[in-house]
């Protein structure tokens, strides 16, 4: 992504305002983006990273500790999705709730390729070893899959496969609607993580983890934009 429009902290800041004063989002960043002049990508960094300030602490409070997870239920397409999207240096971003989130989006077509391949290895090693220093057990869980997606089945199988051999008690589902499958896995018991960046699961669900925010923070330990440093350098910080 080319540099940002040099107004875009501007852009971050009045539209957190407005949402706070409870305006709608899509015409809010209308009136922001026009305002500022921001471009396609500027405007679904907003609107996929900006959020009312409620929303905000509410979602930062149920981040959970990598030693905290027990069973670990991932919403596979959000996280492997953001994950190969960091691959291939494509826009990923830290939004102002503290999750990592891309600009790509899924719109019912998913190419299982080496990239896929490389995010599910990023992801085992973290279940395997990124989730408690002090066990060498990995948590059990369940992966969720859209159905409605192409080459889910392939996925599935692949994954189910991965999982057997690193003898990982994880449950691959293909299923129609994964958001209601893993809301209600949520609320399995008290020590239930979901792994997730996805808004509508987040503000139903009480813990959280954000997988593809700690492979690039201690696996390739690098920077990204970050929505909460921008607001910070406006206010002079």
Same mark, same amino acid.
């Given at each position: 992504m080319r540099d940002l429009n040099i107004?875009?902290?501007?852009?971050?800041?009045? *539209? %957190?305002?407005? #949402?706070? @004063?409870?305006? #709608? @989002?899509?015409?809010?960043? &209308? #009136?922001?983006?026009?305002?500022?002049?921001?471009?396609? !990508? &500027? +405007?679904?960094?907003?609107? +996929?990273? =900006?959020?009312?300030?409620?929303? /905000?602490?509410?979602?930062?409070?149920?981040c959970a500790a990598p030693s905290e997870i027990k069973r670990l239920i991932i919403d596979g397409y959000n996280v492997l999705i953001t994950i190969e999207s960091y691959l291939k240096g494509k826009t990923v971003f830290?939004? #102002?709730d503290g999750y990592v989130r891309d600009i790509s989006g899924l719109y019912g077509d998913h190419t299982f390729d080496n990239f896929t391949r490389k995010s599910i290895d990023l992801l =085992? !090693?973290?279940?395997?070893?990124?989730t408690g220093k002090d066990s060498s057990?990995?948590?059990?869980?369940a992966f969720y899959l859209d159905y409605p997606v192409s080459n889910s089945? &392939? *996925?599935?199988?692949?994954? %189910? &496969?991965?999982?057997?051999?690193?003898? $990982?008690? /994880?449950? =691959? !589902?293909? =299923?129609?609607?994964p958001d209601y499958s893993i809301i209600e896995e949520g609320r399995f018991s008290d020590e239930t993580v979901i792994a997730t960046s996805d808004t509508v699961i987040l503000d139903k669900i009480e813990r959280s983890f954000d997988i593809p925010d700690f492979i690039i923070r201690n696996v390739f330990q690098k920077d990204i934009?970050?929505?909460?440093?921008?607001? $910070?350098?406006?206010?002079?910080n």
């Open positions: 107004f875009f902290k501007n852009s971050v800041e009045d *539209l %957190r305002f407005l #949402l706070d @004063k409870q305006y #709608l @989002k899509k015409p809010a960043i &209308e #009136l922001v983006g026009n305002r500022y002049r921001l471009d396609h !990508n &500027e +405007r679904m960094i907003l609107y +996929r990273g =900006v959020f009312d300030t409620p929303s /905000i602490i509410e979602r930062k409070k149920k830290r939004s #102002l =085992v !090693n973290f279940i395997k070893h990124g057990i990995p948590p059990d869980g089945g &392939e *996925l599935a199988v692949s994954l %189910r &496969e991965c999982f057997k051999k690193e003898k $990982m008690n /994880i449950e =691959v !589902n293909v =299923v129609k609607n934009l970050d929505l909460e440093m921008i607001m $910070m350098q406006k206010s002079g």
